[in-house]
């Protein structure tokens, strides 16, 4: 009954069927701990991407009542649901790294770009053991991927697939967004007062920079909130 579970199959054969059940419930808490950070989370982005025009229109819709992106929660769930339905839990893991932890490497080795291209910008926090430390990051995130594709090309070529047909879709629908933004003063990404971002990215930048309390009172009333 632990057969997917190899930590808990192994204790359950030494005999430890409690500890094996006691691994089994603290990963199901875990699992559900990450679910509703990332229902409370994703929605979020998918909200300031829309207000950017980076998505359609219509997931930026707010609550006339409770004040929420419920557009936007119910494509996540929608997607979630979707993904719950037709894959196995080893898939879903497996999907989350090829279609995350590449994108996790570029945010990392942009600091290496923003290092060189804006050496004099404040950096209030500067990253430890640089360069050594994002190169290791970096190193292991292509490692997972190069894996992923020896290991179970089939599914990591579906994986890549899905993710790169965005690359057509934003071209044909959702580029107009970022020019736009960028033509406008004070908004998009050449706007002095946005800091370079656009409506949508600046108010999902002012709750990450919020204290906990502030990301709780944000999340649940993106109208109240002053930014």
Same mark, same amino acid.
Do not use: C
């Given at each position: 009954?632990?057969?997917?579970?190899?930590?808990? /199959?192994?204790?359950? =054969? &030494?005999?430890?069927?409690? %500890?094996?059940?006691?691994?089994?419930?603290?990963?199901?808490?875990?699992?559900?701990?990450?679910?509703?950070?990332?229902?409370?989370?994703?929605?979020?982005?998918?909200?300031?991407?829309?207000?950017?025009?980076?998505?359609?229109?219509?997931?930026?819709?707010?609550?006339?009542?409770?004040?929420?992106?419920?557009?936007?929660?119910?494509?996540?769930?929608? !997607? @979630?649901?979707?993904?719950?339905?037709? *894959?196995?839990?080893?898939? !879903?893991?497996?999907?989350?790294?090829?279609?995350?932890?590449?994108?996790?490497? !570029?945010?990392?080795?942009? $600091?290496?770009?923003?290092?060189?291209?804006?050496?004099? #910008?404040?950096?209030?926090?500067?990253?430890?053991?640089?360069? /050594?430390?994002?190169?290791?990051?970096?190193? %292991?995130? $292509?490692?997972?991927?190069?894996?992923?594709? $020896?290991?179970?090309?089939?599914?990591?070529? &579906?994986?890549?697939?899905?993710?790169?047909?965005?690359?057509?879709?934003?071209?044909?629908?959702?580029?107009? @967004?970022?020019?736009?933004?960028? *033509?406008?003063?004070?908004? @998009?990404?050449?706007?002095?007062?946005?800091?370079?971002?656009?409506?949508?990215? #600046?108010? =999902?930048?002012?709750?990450?920079?919020?204290?906990? %309390?502030?990301?709780?009172?944000?999340?649940?009333?993106?109208?109240?909130?002053? /930014?």
């Amino acid at each position: 009954k632990f057969l997917n579970a190899p930590v808990a /199959y192994a204790l359950s =054969l &030494i005999g430890l069927e409690w %500890a094996a059940g006691l691994v089994s419930a603290g990963a199901v808490a875990g699992i559900t701990s990450v679910m509703i950070v990332m229902l409370m989370s994703q929605p979020r982005i998918f909200f300031a991407m829309a207000d950017d025009k980076l998505l359609f229109k219509s997931i930026a819709s707010v609550h006339p009542k409770w004040h929420t992106p419920w557009v936007a929660i119910s494509v996540a769930s929608a !997607l @979630g649901v979707a993904m719950v339905m037709t *894959q196995t839990f080893e898939q !879903l893991t497996d999907t989350f790294v090829l279609a995350m932890w590449p994108f996790y490497a !570029l945010s990392v080795a942009a $600091i290496y770009r923003l290092r060189k291209s804006q050496p004099h #910008l404040n950096r209030p926090y500067k990253v430890v053991g640089y360069p /050594y430390v994002p190169a290791v990051f970096i190193a %292991a995130a $292509i490692y997972l991927v190069v894996n992923a594709l $020896i290991t179970d090309p089939k599914w990591t070529s &579906i994986t890549f697939a899905v993710v790169l047909a965005g690359l057509p879709v934003y071209y044909l629908w959702f580029s107009g @967004g970022t020019k736009l933004a960028a *033509q406008q003063p004070g908004r @998009g990404i050449r706007g002095k007062g946005a800091g370079g971002m656009g409506a949508g990215s #600046l108010r =999902l930048y002012s709750y990450w920079r919020s204290s906990a %309390a502030d990301r709780v009172r944000i999340a649940l009333n993106l109208k109240g909130v002053p /930014y």
